[in-house]
């Protein structure tokens, strides 16, 4: 069993022309998520939060069969990273951190 701990964060991509997408995110999420698709067992220890963008996030490690250490979420909003593209491709990073799940 490995357990991953750290942040869950959604990433909201915002393209050229403004139109955005929402993508489950952050380095331990993601490891989690690797190691689970490798055929590891795995589990990620974070808080998730109770709002609608926290059950994306469990939604996307259940999918791929990761438990959760702390099963309980919090009532606080979920931690959101944006990065909008320009024309080049290049990104402009914004990342909201303050009074989120991630801090829990």
Known sequence: MITVA?????DILLDP???????????????????A????????????????LGGLLLSSLRADGIG???????PLPSTIAVA???ASGSADYRFYLDGT????
């Open 6 to 10: 750290g942040e869950a964060l959604l």
């Open 17 to 35: 022309a403004g139109a955005a997408s929402i993508h489950p995110g952050s380095a331990p999420l993601n490891v989690a998520r690797t190691i």
């Open 37 to 52: 698709r490798l055929g590891g067992e795995c589990r990620f220890l974070g808080r998730l939060s109770d709002d609608p």
């Open 68 to 74: 959760l250490a702390v099963p309980e979420p919090v």
């Open 84 to 86: 909008a593209l320009d």
């Open 101 to 104: 799940s991630a801090g829990m």
